[in-house]
């Protein structure tokens, strides 16, 4: 039932600013995780619907995407991955933040239901730089570019404006790449496994 009530609010709801239900919502949802009390879990979620359904909250609805995509063994929810995705997805047609960086990484390592697309994911990093000011973004569009991972979109200039203003917002790991693998590129190329857990691991 919560899976259906998501996806619909989904497809069928407009989109408004975020409202501060939704970070009430998961503290109550985690505290019942914590505690093991299915009624302080449902008080969260039926809290997060509320933002998502009357008020038509970003973060609510971001966040219902992640008990959705990761289901609840306490409340006997399963993983649905690929409701999941159909959220996300609507997110990121709207331009929000969080969306575009999630999305984006799943497509530049092929990973969570979805086909590796590495210029989509170039193109979505951008958009959460440029829209949103997102620097941790600007850091993963330096890379993709610098790295050749998109064929003709190495163009010093821009690489150059990306990941100084990561450098600048203090991202952790921007000025060791840059001077690893901007400004001695020709020495070595950098060939993570896996990008999303590769950037979680830098530090400043």
Known sequence: MLKKLLIFSTLFSPFADASPLSDGAMRLIQIGNEISS??????????LLK??????????????SKQVRFGSELMGYKPQERE?????????????????????FYLLDGSHGFIKNEFLALNLFEESFEVHGNAKSAMMAAIIRNESLVPGTKKPHRIDELITFAILN??????????????????????????QDWIKGQSL
Request: avoid cysteine.
């Open 170 to 195: 203090k991202v952790p790991g921007a000025q060791a790449y840059q001077t690893q693998y901007i400004d001695k590129d020709y020495l070595t190329d950098l060939k993570p496994s896996n990008w």
């Open 84 to 104: 999941a995705n159909e959220i996300l997805i609507k997110l990121v047609r709207r331009s929000y933040d969080t969306a575009l960086y999630e999305y984006a």
């Open 38 to 47: 299915r009624d302080v879990v449902l008080r969260g979620q039926s809290l």
């Open 51 to 64: 933002g998502a359904f009357d008020l038509n909250d970003y973060d609510a609805m971001y966040e219902a």
